[in-house]
C-alpha cells in the first residue's frame, strides 16, 4: 500500500514538472501545455491552453486586465466546446516572460503557420496596451463575457462530471472558478 501511494506522488511530480507556467497579464497564473489536436492548433490569433489535469482552460478575462474579453468572437474550439465561447487565448493577455518562451518554442518551427504565430507574438511583445475602443478593458464588457460563459456552458461546467462524454471531448476548466482547481493560481 505504501508503494501505491509513493508511485501516485511520483506521477503527480512528473506531471507538474512536464507542465509549462503561463503567466497572463491579469496575474492569473496557469500550468499546463499547449492544445493542439488535428481540428484545433495555435495560430496567430493565440493559443488554447490544457491545464495540468486534462482540461481545456477557459479564461475569465477580469475586468482588472489589460485588455478586454473576446466578446461576440466567435471561433473554432476543441471538440464539445461551443464555438460562441472562445478558448484561444490571443497573445497580448500574456505576460512578456511566457511571451519570449513561446517565442522562443515557435521561431525554431520552419512553417509558414509557425512564422506567423511568432511574428503574431512579437507583436503582443511590443504592445504597450489597447489600441482600439474594443481593447479596453471594463467592468461590463468582463460581465458581459462571463454572462455568456455561464449561460453557454452553465450545465456543462456545473455537470460535466454527471454528463456522458465522448472520449474525444475534453473537460472544461473555467477561469472564473479559480480556487476550484489547484493548477490555476491568483
Request: glycine letters at 4%.
Amino acid at each position: 500500500m505504501r508503494y501505491k501511494i509513493v508511485i501516485a506522488l511520483l506521477i503527480i511530480l512528473a506531471h507538474s514538472l512536464l507542465a509549462e507556467k503561463f503567466e497572463l497579464k491579469d496575474g492569473t497564473v496557469v500550468y499546463g501545455s499547449v492544445y493542439a489536436d488535428t481540428l484545433h492548433q495555435p495560430n496567430k490569433d493565440g493559443i488554447t491552453i490544457l491545464t495540468q489535469d486534462d482540461r481545456i482552460y477557459l479564461h475569465h478575462y477580469p475586468s482588472h486586465g489589460t485588455y478586454a474579453p473576446p466578446v461576440g468572437y466567435a471561433a473554432k474550439n476543441p471538440y464539445g466546446v461551443p464555438n460562441c465561447v472562445p478558448t484561444r487565448i490571443s497573445f497580448m493577455h500574456f505576460e512578456n516572460k511566457t511571451l519570449a518562451r513561446l517565442h522562443n518554442a515557435y521561431s525554431k518551427v520552419n512553417s509558414p503557420e509557425a512564422k506567423s504565430i511568432s511574428k503574431a507574438i512579437v507583436s503582443a511583445y511590443h504592445k504597450k496596451g489597447p489600441e482600439w475602443p474594443r481593447e479596453v478593458p471594463s467592468k461590463e464588457k468582463t460581465e458581459t463575457y462571463q454572462r455568456i460563459v455561464d449561460n453557454h456552458l452553465g450545465l456543462l461546467l456545473k455537470h460535466q462530471s454527471k454528463i456522458k462524454r465522448n472520449a474525444s471531448m475534453k473537460k472544461i476548466a473555467w477561469g472564473k472558478d479559480l480556487f476550484e482547481y489547484r493548477y490555476i493560481k491568483k
